[in-house]
């Protein structure tokens, strides 16, 4: 489910003009904007497509303007999310405010999620579901605002004529000069409106610039954290963190702040190579072929020993060779004769 998306998915970069396709239809409805469905009608109504039957359609009202009767459309929406678990939070201060950016990322995510659950394809009439609710016949049927032109009215309407004589048709030039002339002034004295074309740009300008700035206070916040971190009590002397300071606070064309970082770090690791004491060397530890003694070598030790042994023995005295009488005695040796 995509209840929970980044900023960066590919779902935040759906167009406007695909939004507004499917919203319209899906929900077989004429929005020319995004911001149009400000109210939370037209979402209560999709989430209600993809879960049929969920969504309460008798307590939502599409007729609402003012801010409080689109809070209570916001409240079933919510209602609906908590049935459902869904943990997106929703920003109703700012969706009830109409602008265009809000209101298109919330639209960009509420896509994603419909497309989601069983793909987005369920049977569903949308007409009939909005019968129930307060201003839903008429949803349907409102489309953009007619634009009537004043040349074209001032145009269809029919010029006096007059067939009598000389005075009267001066009379009735001078009027109508005088009544061109006036209109001429009130025209030039009124800015002309701005046609569709330019309308739109303006909106995708607005656009880009509440994402821009968007965007910027993000980056913002995040490089603030770093800030903040880097000045956490027992960290200010490291040199990695003076090297993160030294980026953080270069000047914006100074371009060789990375490199003096580098240069700071690395100079650190050589200083800190020059006090560090030289290893002891690791004594040798003999392998289980050398212990083993071989038999020669062990021979020759056990007669060089015998040899010393004799040697020991011939210079001891008479006495000490043979020992004394009162020992053999007690000894209890068959020797010994009574």
């Known amino acids: 489910m995509a209840t929970k998306i980044g900023m960066m998915d590919a779902a935040y970069f759906v167009g406007r003009s695909e939004i507004l396709a499917w919203i319209n239809s899906t929900l077989q409805l004429n929005l020319s904007k995004v911001e149009e ?19 309460p359609m008798h307590k939502v009202n599409f007729d609402a303007k003012s801010e409080y009767e689109m ?6 929406l919510q209602d609906v999310f908590n049935k459902l678990k869904i943990t997106k939070h929703i920003e109703v201060s700012k969706l009830v405010k109409g602008r265009p950016l809000d209101n298109l990322e919330f639209m960009q995510w ?4 419909c497309d989601s659950v069983n ?26 605002p007619a634009h009537t032109s004043a040349k074209g009215g001032a145009a269809a309407a029919p010029r006096p004529q007059s067939h009598h004589g000389g005075a009267r048709r001066n009379e009735l030039s001078s009027s109508v000069n005088s009544s061109s002339s006036s209109t001429l002034s009130v025209k030039a004295s009124r800015p002309p409106p701005p046609a569709p074309a330019y309308e739109e740009q303006i909106t995708e300008l607005k656009l880009s610039v509440d994402s821009l700035e968007k965007e910027r206070d993000y980056y913002f916040a995040k490089l603030r954290d770093v800030e903040l971190f880097c000045q956490s009590p027992g960290l200010e002397g490291l040199p990695v963190i003076a090297a993160i300071q030294q980026i953080l606070y270069a000047a914006d064309n100074d371009g060789s ?24 060397p690791i004594p040798e530890v003999l392998s289980s072929e050398e212990k083993m003694v071989n038999p020669d070598s062990q021979k020759r030790k056990s007669i060089r020993n015998l040899d010393v042994e004799a040697a020991g023995i011939n210079n001891l005295s008479p006495r000490q060779r043979f020992p004394d009488a009162t020992d053999v005695h007690c000894s209890g040796s068959p020797l010994m004769t009574y």
Do not use: T
């Not at 809070?71 to 079933?76: A, D, E, F, M, S």
């Not at 509420?110 to 999620?113: A, H, I, P, V």
């Not at 009439?125 to 019968?131: A, C, D, Q």
């Open 110 to 113: 509420l896509k994603r999620y």
């Open 37 to 55: 469905a400000c109210s939370g009608a037209v979402h209560c109504q999709l989430l209600d497509a993809v879960h049929p039957g969920m969504v």
């Open 257 to 280: 702040a990375v490199a003096e970082a580098r240069a700071m770090i690395s100079l650190n690791c050589q200083e800190e190579n020059e006090e560090a004491e030289p290893l002891s």
């Open 71 to 76: 809070i209570q459309n916001y409240k079933v």
């Open 119 to 144: 793909g987005g394809l369920v049977s569903y009439n949308p007409i009939e579901r909005r019968e129930g609710s307060k201003g839903g016949k008429e949803a349907g049927k409102k489309g953009p």
